[in-house]
């Protein structure tokens, strides 16, 4: 027996409810193919239901009756619709949920890893610190969850000096490091590939793999040369001190080495570190429909017509640095935009000051080896029309229009918004 009220009602009233929209979804996609008697009895099931739902007071063995009935009149015409099914039901709200993202990426907001630091220290890609060794699995997990780190330990292989490898500049005055070699893997978005550098320790090779757009000088600098990774300098600056009061060696092919003076045993830890994955960023892929991009915006581009990048399909950031007509120029350090010094953003503020200690050092006019496409600053260049001129916050660090030309304004995705993970003192509305 029922009671007006009860959870009993309830219930009979929800599964009502649900057997009604299950009807209606049935109508949907198979009541075209309803011959004149089914549409009849449907029809018929689903007016019975409605009715003893509106009766007043509501009874209760009526409902069941006409529900029972409903779903026996569902379970023989509803084909694969109802009864339903788990799986079905799971992989359309899969396939619901995968457009929505998409329509999603596509006309409002994008993630967007950043994979170097030519945007450092405003943005972060990939970058390292030093292990203590003394760090225990807690600590290690939640440097996983918290920064996006990853832990790399490599053991020395035999006794002896640790070496780096070198070769001489181009001009033959001065030394650099060795670049790493490819893993011959090709990279994806998931699993990016490895470059694989080289340490020796005396006359023994250890190869040293690390995530490709990963630079291992800086956890050389750290490791080997501390007093030197501390000055408040560019990097190149740091190593460029290094090579000046550097001990070199022949390796066994008779080619340059730099001495560390570190001594290690067999077992002992070569080098030890972490690598904190590149910010996630929030791009705003609508505002640029409706405004102009604007001086100073972080700004997102594709690279696949931009010839000095060889016209491979990339997502890069960088600042926005001179519009159609601007006329830029670097003098001793400073930006200069139509003959002022540049203050769109804080990025270009401390540039300009220079700020070391917060690792904003200042601006270079050129970005390394002229190419057909540089746009140099070392006198006025005016930024032609229908292009952007793109710069690097890290400029000593960052390969941008002063070395493979414009951005064209048809390849703008959107403006950096938010920085979404890791959890690190940048999180937040993006600068």
């Not at 292989?157 to 005055?173: C, D, K, Q």
């Not at 501390?226 to 060696?249: I, Y």
């Not at 960088?318 to 003959?339: I, Q, S």
């Not at 050129?366 to 600053?377: F, I, K, Q």
Request: with cysteine.
């Amino acid at each position: 027996m029922f009671f007006p009220g009860t959870k009993s009602d309830k219930a009979l009233r929800k599964n009502a409810g649900n057997l009604l929209i299950s009807a209606e979804k049935v109508l949907r996609y198979r009541g075209d193919i309803f011959d004149e008697t089914e549409r009849e009895r449907f029809d018929a099931a689903v007016a019975g239901v409605k009715s003893a739902l509106a009766g007043t007071p509501l009874v209760p063995d009526e409902l069941k009756d006409k529900t029972d009935a409903l779903k026996s009149v569902l379970c023989e015409l509803g084909g694969t619709i109802f009864p339903q099914k788990k799986l079905p039901e799971w992989v359309e709200l899969i396939i619901v949920a995968a457009i929505l993202a998409g329509g999603i990426r596509a006309f409002f907001i994008q993630p967007f890893k950043i994979p170097t630091n030519s945007m450092f220290p405003t943005y972060n890609g990939m970058t390292s610190e030093v292990c203590t060794g003394t760090e225990n699995t807690l600590e290690k997990w939640a440097e996983r969850i918290f920064r996006s780190a990853s832990f790399y330990e490599f053991k020395s292989p035999a006794n002896g000096e640790v070496l780096i490898p070198l070769r001489r500049e181009a001009n033959g005055r001065g030394f650099s490091l060795v670049p790493p070699e490819k893993d011959g893997a090709a990279g994806t978005v998931v699993s990016p590939g490895k470059d694989i550098y080289s340490l020796y320790v005396g006359g023994t090779l250890v190869p040293v793999a690390v995530p490709r757009e990963f630079s291992l000088s800086a956890v050389l600098l750290k490791t080997f040369f501390p007093e030197s990774a501390d000055e408040s300098v560019p990097e190149a600056f740091r190593w460029r001190s290094v090579f000046k009061n550097a001990q070199l060696t022949m390796l066994p092919d008779g080619s340059p080495a730099l001495r560390t003076g570190k001594i290690v045993r067999s077992g002992e830890n070569l080098l030890n570190f972490k690598i904190l994955g590149g910010d996630m960023v929030l791009v705003n892929r609508m505002s640029y429909h409706f405004f102009e991009p604007e001086r100073g915006d972080p700004f997102v581009f594709r690279t696949r017509n931009i010839p000095g990048l060889s016209n491979v399909e990339l997502y890069y950031i960088k600042r926005l640095a001179g519009l159609p007509g601007d006329v830029l120029r670097v003098d001793e350090g400073k930006l200069l935009v139509n003959g002022v010094p540049a203050d769109f953003s804080e990025a270009f503020v401390l540039n300009n000051a220079p700020t070391p200690q917060e690792k904003y050092y200042g601006y270079l006019p050129t970005s390394g080896a002229p190419s057909p496409y540089s746009w140099h600053l070392t006198q006025n260049f005016r930024v032609p029309e229908g292009f952007f001129y793109a710069l690097g916050d890290n400029s000593a660090n960052s390969y941008d229009s002063r070395g493979w030309g414009g951005v064209p304004a048809d390849d703008v995705v959107g403006s950096a918004l938010f920085i979404l993970y890791p959890f690190s003192s940048r999180w937040g509305l993006a600068k």
